[in-house]
Protein backbone atom coordinates (compact mmCIF):
# COMPACT_ATOMS: atom_id res chain seq x y z
CA UNK A 1 0.00 0.00 0.00
CA UNK A 2 1.26 3.52 -0.72
CA UNK A 3 2.68 5.53 2.21
CA UNK A 4 0.45 8.45 1.30
CA UNK A 5 -2.51 6.27 0.66
CA UNK A 6 -1.78 4.38 4.40
CA UNK A 7 -1.70 8.04 5.90
CA UNK A 8 -4.98 8.88 4.03
CA UNK A 9 -7.01 6.04 5.14
CA UNK A 10 -5.69 6.74 8.86
CA UNK A 11 -6.92 10.25 8.79
CA UNK A 12 -10.49 9.02 7.48
CA UNK A 13 -10.21 6.14 10.50
CA UNK A 14 -9.08 8.58 12.97
CA UNK A 15 -11.94 10.99 12.43
CA UNK A 16 -14.70 8.35 12.20
CA UNK A 17 -13.22 7.19 15.52
CA UNK A 18 -13.63 10.63 17.40
CA UNK A 19 -17.24 10.71 15.36
CA UNK A 20 -18.26 7.80 17.47
CA UNK A 21 -16.71 8.55 20.47
CA UNK A 22 -18.86 12.00 20.38
CA UNK A 23 -22.21 10.42 19.84
CA UNK A 24 -21.81 8.08 22.45
CA UNK A 25 -22.46 9.47 25.65
CA UNK A 26 -20.54 6.93 27.84
CA UNK A 27 -18.02 7.16 25.75
CA UNK A 28 -17.70 10.53 25.41
CA UNK A 29 -17.85 11.13 29.26
CA UNK A 30 -14.81 8.65 29.79
CA UNK A 31 -12.76 10.68 27.02
CA UNK A 32 -13.35 13.98 28.88
CA UNK A 33 -12.39 12.27 31.94
CA UNK A 34 -9.29 11.43 30.36
CA UNK A 35 -8.07 14.60 29.47
CA UNK A 36 -9.01 15.81 32.83
CA UNK A 37 -6.29 13.30 34.24
CA UNK A 38 -3.96 14.27 31.77
CA UNK A 39 -4.08 17.55 32.78
CA UNK A 40 -3.70 16.52 36.42
CA UNK A 41 -0.81 14.72 35.44
CA UNK A 42 0.98 17.05 33.44
CA UNK A 43 0.26 20.11 36.85
CA UNK A 44 1.29 17.80 39.62
CA UNK A 45 4.68 17.26 41.40
CA UNK A 46 7.04 14.48 39.67
CA UNK A 47 8.04 11.42 41.33
CA UNK A 48 5.37 11.32 43.52
CA UNK A 49 2.21 8.59 43.56
CA UNK A 50 -0.25 10.88 42.72
CA UNK A 51 1.57 11.67 39.16
CA UNK A 52 1.65 7.91 38.29
CA UNK A 53 -2.23 7.38 39.47
CA UNK A 54 -3.51 10.22 37.34
CA UNK A 55 -1.08 9.00 33.97
CA UNK A 56 -2.43 5.58 34.53
CA UNK A 57 -5.70 6.52 35.06
CA UNK A 58 -6.34 8.86 31.92
CA UNK A 59 -4.46 6.10 30.38
CA UNK A 60 -6.91 3.41 31.54
CA UNK A 61 -10.32 6.11 30.54
CA UNK A 62 -9.17 6.41 27.01
CA UNK A 63 -8.96 3.02 26.24
CA UNK A 64 -12.21 2.61 27.72
CA UNK A 65 -13.05 5.17 25.46
CA UNK A 66 -12.63 4.13 22.75
CA UNK A 67 -12.03 -0.25 23.09
CA UNK A 68 -15.64 -0.63 22.15
CA UNK A 69 -16.21 1.42 18.75
CA UNK A 70 -15.83 -0.23 15.71
CA UNK A 71 -13.46 2.38 14.06
CA UNK A 72 -10.51 1.44 16.42
CA UNK A 73 -10.87 -2.30 15.29
CA UNK A 74 -11.01 -1.46 12.13
CA UNK A 75 -7.95 1.03 12.77
CA UNK A 76 -5.87 -1.52 14.69
CA UNK A 77 -6.44 -3.82 11.78
CA UNK A 78 -5.26 -2.14 9.46
CA UNK A 79 -2.30 -0.46 11.38
CA UNK A 80 -0.89 -4.11 12.23
CA UNK A 81 -1.69 -5.56 8.82
CA UNK A 82 0.45 -2.43 7.37
CA UNK A 83 3.31 -3.11 9.82
CA UNK A 84 3.55 -7.35 8.82
CA UNK A 85 3.26 -6.14 4.81
CA UNK A 86 6.21 -3.64 5.24
CA UNK A 87 8.34 -5.52 7.42
CA UNK A 88 9.44 -8.81 5.80
CA UNK A 89 11.38 -9.82 8.94
CA UNK A 90 8.40 -9.87 11.75
CA UNK A 91 6.16 -11.49 8.65
CA UNK A 92 8.56 -14.69 8.62
CA UNK A 93 8.68 -14.52 12.26
CA UNK A 94 4.94 -15.00 12.22
CA UNK A 95 5.20 -17.43 9.15
CA UNK A 96 7.77 -20.05 9.71
CA UNK A 97 6.44 -21.54 13.14
CA UNK A 98 3.66 -21.99 11.43
CA UNK A 99 4.91 -24.25 8.55
CA UNK A 100 8.53 -25.21 10.07
CA UNK A 101 8.65 -26.95 12.94
CA UNK A 102 11.69 -28.52 14.18
CA UNK A 103 12.24 -31.61 16.94
CA UNK A 104 14.03 -30.25 19.61
CA UNK A 105 11.69 -31.34 21.85
CA UNK A 106 11.91 -34.91 20.99
CA UNK A 107 15.63 -34.58 20.98
CA UNK A 108 16.31 -32.63 23.87
CA UNK A 109 18.90 -30.72 22.76
CA UNK A 110 21.27 -28.87 25.32
CA UNK A 111 24.22 -26.53 24.87
CA UNK A 112 27.03 -25.85 26.97
CA UNK A 113 29.41 -23.15 26.99
CA UNK A 114 32.50 -22.07 28.44
CA UNK A 115 33.45 -19.37 31.26
CA UNK A 116 35.75 -17.68 32.40
CA UNK A 117 36.17 -14.98 35.97
CA UNK A 118 35.78 -11.09 35.02
CA UNK A 119 35.55 -8.12 37.68
CA UNK A 120 32.63 -6.59 39.08
CA UNK A 121 31.17 -2.76 38.76
CA UNK A 122 28.49 -0.43 39.91
CA UNK A 123 24.82 -0.23 38.47
CA UNK A 124 22.53 2.08 37.32
CA UNK A 125 19.01 2.46 36.21
CA UNK A 126 17.66 2.34 32.56
CA UNK A 127 14.37 3.67 31.56
CA UNK A 128 12.92 2.14 28.27
CA UNK A 129 10.24 3.25 25.73
CA UNK A 130 7.21 1.26 24.85
CA UNK A 131 6.86 1.97 21.44
CA UNK A 132 10.23 1.80 19.48
CA UNK A 133 13.49 0.27 18.96
CA UNK A 134 16.10 0.04 21.52
CA UNK A 135 19.56 -0.48 22.05
CA UNK A 136 21.40 -0.91 25.25
CA UNK A 137 24.76 -1.32 25.73
CA UNK A 138 26.20 0.63 22.47
CA UNK A 139 28.65 3.06 24.53
CA UNK A 140 30.10 0.89 27.99
CA UNK A 141 27.35 1.38 30.60
CA UNK A 142 27.13 0.14 34.73
CA UNK A 143 24.30 -2.87 34.79
CA UNK A 144 21.55 -3.10 37.03
CA UNK A 145 18.87 -5.66 36.80
CA UNK A 146 16.07 -4.84 34.30
CA UNK A 147 12.12 -5.04 34.21
CA UNK A 148 11.62 -4.42 30.88
CA UNK A 149 8.35 -3.38 29.00
CA UNK A 150 7.43 -3.07 25.50
CA UNK A 151 4.25 -2.95 22.91
CA UNK A 152 6.07 -3.17 19.80
CA UNK A 153 9.45 -2.80 18.87
CA UNK A 154 12.87 -4.75 18.46
CA UNK A 155 15.28 -4.69 21.56
CA UNK A 156 18.54 -4.98 21.82
CA UNK A 157 21.16 -5.92 25.13
CA UNK A 158 25.19 -5.99 24.39
CA UNK A 159 26.45 -7.48 27.83
CA UNK A 160 29.40 -6.78 25.64
CA UNK A 161 29.61 -3.36 27.16
CA UNK A 162 29.50 -3.89 30.66
CA UNK A 163 30.06 -5.89 34.01
CA UNK A 164 27.82 -8.15 35.62
CA UNK A 165 27.94 -8.22 39.44
CA UNK A 166 29.26 -11.39 41.21
CA UNK A 167 25.81 -12.41 41.86
CA UNK A 168 22.61 -13.53 39.77
CA UNK A 169 21.75 -10.76 37.69
CA UNK A 170 17.57 -10.72 36.28
CA UNK A 171 16.65 -9.57 33.09
CA UNK A 172 12.73 -9.31 32.77
CA UNK A 173 11.16 -8.55 29.04
CA UNK A 174 7.83 -8.87 28.52
CA UNK A 175 6.79 -7.70 24.43
CA UNK A 176 4.11 -7.14 22.44
CA UNK A 177 5.22 -7.47 19.07
CA UNK A 178 9.08 -7.45 18.26
CA UNK A 179 12.41 -9.43 18.97
CA UNK A 180 15.03 -9.35 21.19
CA UNK A 181 18.74 -9.67 20.79
CA UNK A 182 21.05 -10.79 23.52
CA UNK A 183 24.48 -10.32 22.54
CA UNK A 184 26.39 -12.78 26.13
CA UNK A 185 30.23 -12.64 26.82
CA UNK A 186 31.35 -16.52 27.07
CA UNK A 187 32.28 -15.95 30.54
CA UNK A 188 29.25 -15.27 31.71
CA UNK A 189 26.65 -18.21 32.66
CA UNK A 190 22.94 -17.78 31.22
CA UNK A 191 19.56 -19.21 32.03
CA UNK A 192 16.70 -18.64 29.68
CA UNK A 193 12.74 -18.97 30.59
CA UNK A 194 11.57 -18.07 27.27
CA UNK A 195 7.70 -17.87 26.64
CA UNK A 196 6.55 -17.22 22.92
CA UNK A 197 3.26 -17.27 21.80
CA UNK A 198 4.45 -17.31 17.75
CA UNK A 199 7.49 -17.04 17.05
CA UNK A 200 11.05 -18.15 17.31
CA UNK A 201 14.04 -18.95 19.91
CA UNK A 202 18.01 -18.85 18.27
CA UNK A 203 20.62 -19.60 20.45
CA UNK A 204 23.83 -19.07 18.10
CA UNK A 205 22.77 -21.34 15.19
CA UNK A 206 20.16 -23.24 16.49
CA UNK A 207 16.63 -21.97 15.24
CA UNK A 208 13.51 -23.62 17.62
CA UNK A 209 10.09 -22.30 15.96
CA UNK A 210 8.02 -21.78 18.85
CA UNK A 211 3.88 -21.85 18.70
CA UNK A 212 2.11 -20.90 22.57
CA UNK A 213 5.15 -22.17 24.28
CA UNK A 214 7.87 -22.06 27.06
CA UNK A 215 11.07 -23.64 26.69
CA UNK A 216 13.88 -23.04 29.94
CA UNK A 217 17.61 -23.66 29.42
CA UNK A 218 20.37 -22.95 31.48
CA UNK A 219 24.38 -23.26 30.55
CA UNK A 220 26.00 -26.61 32.13
CA UNK A 221 28.24 -24.59 35.00
CA UNK A 222 25.41 -22.04 35.70
CA UNK A 223 24.82 -23.25 39.53
CA UNK A 224 28.64 -22.48 40.18
CA UNK A 225 29.82 -19.81 37.84
CA UNK A 226 30.20 -16.50 39.65
CA UNK A 227 28.92 -13.94 37.15
CA UNK A 228 25.43 -15.23 35.72
CA UNK A 229 22.43 -14.03 34.22
CA UNK A 230 18.88 -15.07 34.06
CA UNK A 231 16.30 -14.49 31.49
CA UNK A 232 12.93 -14.29 31.55
CA UNK A 233 11.09 -13.58 28.60
CA UNK A 234 7.75 -13.08 27.51
CA UNK A 235 6.86 -12.18 23.74
CA UNK A 236 3.29 -12.46 21.85
CA UNK A 237 4.93 -12.22 18.13
CA UNK A 238 8.51 -12.07 17.91
CA UNK A 239 12.02 -13.56 17.71
CA UNK A 240 14.67 -14.06 20.80
CA UNK A 241 18.03 -14.83 20.33
CA UNK A 242 21.54 -15.18 21.85
CA UNK A 243 24.58 -14.44 20.69
CA UNK A 244 27.97 -15.16 22.25
CA UNK A 245 30.74 -12.99 21.98
Wanted: proline share 2%; charged share 25%.
Amino acid sequence: MNANVYKAILIVLFVWLLYQIVHNYVFFLFFVLAIGFLALYKSSPKETQKHTNYLWTSLALFLASFIFTTAFWVLLTLFLLFQFSSDEKLLNTMRDPLFRKKQYWRDKEYISVQWNENEANELKLYRNKWIGDDFVGKDIFEWEDYNFQKIMGDTFFDLGNTVLPIKENILLLRKGFGDTKLFVPKDVALSLDVSIVLGKLIIEDEVFDMKNETVKWQSKNYETTLRKIKVVSSTLIGEVEVVYL
